[in-house]
Every structure is written in structure tokens, then in C-alpha cells.
């Protein structure tokens, strides 16, 4: 018994150590307006915000490893004066249940597997980070609407959700969950292949998005508000806080005050060149990686 328990914590421990090994080989770190940068100064700006937004390509495996190293390094460097919360869009809150029960090693990690609909890149990508959090006792948000009701919003119009019973609609923002922004409903229309017509009514499929990031929004100023003076650092999309809108406006909403730092990672050929017309302002931090490294399998 003694050392099948030996064993678990040695796999563990090396699953920990090899996320944490994101060669610099492949990534450079630019400022919202293409001035070189670290990591280092990502972590100064991290100590004096509220909550760090990691948007990544979710098939970008460089920038994993990134997530990882800047999560642990929160964890090493603030985790003995303030709480570090870690916080998923790739958990749909409905879940959030069956995460604290594994965290708090009531269940299985199987049983967690197949209760929680992990995506298919989890164990490679994600899982680091939640054996950190479980290995230092930190919370782990489960931060997303369940996508059944992004679906129906994309189907059937916003005004779908108020028809949900009161425990389903626990697990979403306060509704209504509000407009999106012009800025945002641009930015969408132009990922979509639309032309913009601000005379035209939004979309249903921008509806669903907008539920997306105001939920995601919620449960980080939930989580800041219930464990004050902690850092929560999220993962999500790229697109959701990429240049400051979508989730980050969200959060503007529900909690005026907080401090958000956007870091934004997205794979290019030329990695190590900021290009101001494609990157500027897509977050505090911009991080190029390389687009030639394998890609995570969704």
C-alpha cells in the first residue's frame, strides 16, 4: 500500500514539473504595444490585480505550458500572504460540485472524469493545473454556463434562459445578462464573416457568447468577492478578453473595482515579431508562440 501510494504522488509530482517547462525556445512576450517583455514583469503586474485573464488558442500547446508556469508561479510567489484561486472556462458550473469533491479527495479522479465533461485535452493541458490546486488545497472555479443553454440561446434567442427553473438558472449570470458592447459585437460580426449593421438586431449566436463571457465574469467577482484580497487567475479563449472586451467588460459589471490584467497568447510563424496592426492592444501582455510546435488534440 505504502508504495502504490508512493508511486501516486511521484506521478503526480512529475506531471506538476513537466507542465512547468515551457521553453522559451518558443514563445516572446510583447506589452500591448510591442515593447519586449518577461515573465517577470508579467508577475509584477499580476501582484497588483485582482484577477489574470489567460486567453489562449485552446489547441496551443506552448501556450499551456505557459498558463502553468504563470499559475504556479502566482501560487509560489503570492500564495503565502493571499488566496490564488484558479478559475475554467473548459468547467461549465454545473460540475462545480463534483470538482470540489475531488479536490477535496471524496471521489476518485476517474469518477471526476466521468462526471465533470472534461474537454478531450484535459489530462494534457488542464489537469496540471488542477493537481497544483488540489495538491495546495487552492479552489477551483468551475466558471462556465453549461452549454446546453449557450445552445439554446444560439437557437432559440436570449430571452430563452428566463424560462429555465430557478435551479438551472443558478448556474448562469444574473439575468438578464445585458447587451454586448458595440465594440464587442463588431469584433464578433468580423470573426463571423459579417458586415456590421448597428440598425440590425443582435444575433442570437452573439447572444450566446455574451452569456458565455457574463457568466464567466460572475463567478470570478463571485470568487473575489467571497475570498477578499485573493488573486484569481482564469483560463479562457483568446476572443473572450482579447483587447479588453467581452469577459473583462462583464466584470466591469458585477464588480466595478476589481483590477484585471489580460494576457493574451495566440500561435504565430513569426513569433518573434509584434506586428502593431495585428497585435496591438489584444491584452496588457501579448504572447506570440510557435505555430510550428504540435498542436493539443481536441
Given amino acids: 500500500m505504502k508504495s502504490f501510494l508512493f508511486a501516486l504522488i511521484f506521478a503526480v509530482a512529475m506531471t506538476i514539473q513537466a507542465a512547468g517547462q515551457a521553453n522559451p525556445d518558443h ?4 506589452t500591448s504595444d510591442g515593447k519586449p517583455a518577461t515573465l517577470d514583469d508579467i508577475m509584477r503586474a499580476a501582484a497588483v490585480s485582482d484577477a489574470v485573464f489567460l486567453g489562449e488558442y485552446h489547441d496551443d500547446t506552448v501556450a499551456h505550458a505557459l498558463q502553468f508556469e504563470i499559475f504556479k508561479r502566482a501560487v509560489e510567489q503570492f500564495g503565502p500572504n493571499r488566496k490564488v484561486q484558479l478559475s475554467l472556462e473548459m468547467f461549465e458550473r454545473d460540475v462545480q460540485v463534483v470538482l470540489d469533491e475531488y479536490l ?11 462526471s465533470s465533461r472534461p474537454w478531450n485535452n484535459y489530462k494534457t493541458d488542464y489537469r496540471p493545473l488542477v493537481e497544483l490546486a488540489k495538491e495546495k488545497r487552492l479552489p477551483v472555479i468551475a466558471a462556465n454556463a453549461p452549454r ?8 432559440l434567442g436570449k430571452d430563452s434562459v428566463l424560462s429555465l427553473s430557478k435551479d438551472a438558472k443558478k448556474w448562469l449570470a444574473p439575468l438578464p445578462f445585458g447587451e454586448p ?40 467577482a463571485k470568487a473575489l468577492k467571497e475570498h477578499k484580497g485573493s488573486l484569481v487567475v482564469h483560463l479562457n479563449g483568446g ?35 509584434f506586428d502593431p496592426a495585428k497585435h496591438t492592444g489584444l491584452g496588457d501582455f501579448v504572447i506570440l508562440t510557435d505555430s510550428k510546435q504540435p498542436r493539443s488534440q481536441r
Fill in 148 to 155: 446546453r443553454y449557450v445552445n439554446m440561446v444560439a437557437r
Fill in 27 to 30: 514563445y516572446t512576450i510583447f
Fill in 239 to 273: 476572443f473572450h478578453t482579447e483587447s479588453r472586451l467581452g469577459t473583462i467588460e462583464k466584470l466591469a459589471k458585477y464588480r466595478s473595482k476589481a483590477k484585471s490584467l489580460v494576457v493574451t497568447m495566440r500561435y504565430e510563424e513569426n513569433f518573434r515579431t
Fill in 104 to 114: 477535496a479527495g471524496r471521489i476518485t479522479e476517474d469518477h471526476f472524469l466521468r
Fill in 181 to 220: 458592447s458595440e465594440a464587442y459585437s463588431k469584433k464578433f460580426n468580423a470573426l463571423m464573416g459579417k458586415i456590421h449593421d448597428a440598425s440590425q438586431p443582435v444575433s442570437p449566436m452573439l447572444y450566446s457568447q455574451t452569456l458565455w463571457d457574463a457568466t464567466m465574469a460572475y463567478w470570478v
